[in-house]
């Protein structure tokens, strides 16, 4: 294929509540849409980059710069592009993930439209329905998550997973284990709030038998993860600190982690996600699809992702109303019985909803 134009699309989706982590708390989602059109088929990409560095490094007019100034005029001037050759035709460009993930998606959605695949049968998947989890904001007081968490079970949501922070962690999941019991699976992430030196307290969230310990610590500290994983019983998953198949690799491999969140934005692409799955199942390391409160587009393609063999665990694939009250696709939801159908359409097997997006639209600008 040959990209004949490209358009960066910024649409702002106010969440139905603020969504709060360790690292701030977010009222809407500034998301940045990639339009791919090739004379073949037309294709979209979303970024999962935040307005501001907080989670990762990137950030959305970071994503959009390095994408006009950098990486279009790379990808632009190759005659027969492949979502396969657009990871290598970038590597010399370091870093910045999340705009080559938005690319790649991008073109690997116009080139399966075109050859009339889904994602899902490209990546691998063995499944048409994925068990869902939902990842559950902190909140001010414990009544108040009880009562998220109790609606949340009644959508049919299999797993809850409780964002945490010193100050809110042992006390919140105490009293979800009170309230659910013992069968409930339960996991919690820090998004890297804690230090080695809380090694003690995240000791205490043994004894309630959590499914795992989501990014404690710094992204970068590798050592102080396989540390806190032989001081702990909770198995240690990292989200932050996976940045490709070779630090998917290597962290297994020093004992940093024993389950991996692959989230494909943050790790260059669908493409490099599924390296990683591939590691894993290789080195018998459970996965599950992490988010990044995705619009329809990507929500749809993680769906796919997660019906891969080796992601056992339940991911954050939760239904759009679990952010948007308006989607910009038509509205992905779980069952009864918490489990999403795996789309089957060509490409990504959603559309965007042109009118929604004019209504929600911030910036369109064609780039190339
Ligand atoms: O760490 O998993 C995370 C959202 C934004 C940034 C980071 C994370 C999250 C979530 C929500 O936990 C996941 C989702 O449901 O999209
Ligand atoms: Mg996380």
């Not at 659910?180 to 709030?193: F, H, I, K």
Request: with cysteine.
């Amino acid at each position: 294929m040959k990209i004949d134009r490209v358009e960066l699309v910024r649409v702002a989706l106010p969440l139905v509540s603020p969504f709060r982590t360790s690292f701030g708390i977010e009222t809407t989602r500034d998301a940045l849409l990639v339009r791919v059109l090739t004379a073949e088929a037309e294709g979209w990409g979303e970024c999962v980059a935040m307005t501001e560095p907080v989670y990762s490094s990137e950030y959305v007019d970071g994503c959009i710069d390095v994408i006009r100034r950098f990486f279009l005029p790379v990808l632009s001037a190759h005659d027969d592009l492949r979502a396969s050759g657009v990871a290598p035709a970038l590597a010399h460009l370091h870093g910045h993930r999340m705009a080559k993930a938005a690319l790649e998606m991008a073109v690997l959605d116009a080139e399966l439209r075109a050859a009339g695949r889904s994602f899902a049968t490209e990546l691998g998947g063995v499944r048409d329905r994925v068990a869902c989890g939902v990842s559950v904001g902190i909140m001010d007081t414990i009544p108040e998550l009880l009562d998220a968490v109790d609606g949340y079970l009644a959508e049919g949501y299999v797993r809850i997973k409780l964002k945490i922070e010193p100050g809110w962690d042992l006390a919140p999941v105490r009293a979800v284990r009170e309230r659910y019991g013992d069968d409930l699976m339960l996991q919690v992430d820090a998004n890297t709030a804690y230090t080695r030196a809380d090694t003690a307290l995240l000791g205490r969230l043994d004894e309630f038998g959590l499914l795992l310990i989501e990014q404690p610590l710094d992204e970068e500290d590798l050592h102080g993860h396989a540390l806190l994983a032989a001081a702990v019983t909770t198995p240690i998953c990292l989200d932050e600190s996976v940045t490709s198949a070779r630090s998917a690799r290597d962290a297994i491999e020093m004992g940093a982690c024993s389950v991996v969140n692959i989230k494909p934005g943050r790790v260059g692409g669908y493409l490099e996600a599924k390296e990683i799955h591939d590691v894993c199942v290789e080195l018998e390391v459970p996965v599950w699809c992490g988010g990044m409160v995705e619009t329809g587009l990507g929500r749809a393609a993680n769906v796919a992702l997660a019906s891969l063999p080796g992601f056992t665990l339940p991911g954050d694939t939760s239904s759009s109303s679990r952010f948007f009250a308006q989607d910009i696709t038509a509205p992905l939801s779980v069952d009864q019985d918490g489990h999403m159908t795996v789309p089957t359409g060509p490409g990504l097997g959603v559309d965007v909803l042109p009118d929604v997006l004019e209504d929600l639209l911030v910036s369109r600008e064609w780039v190339g």
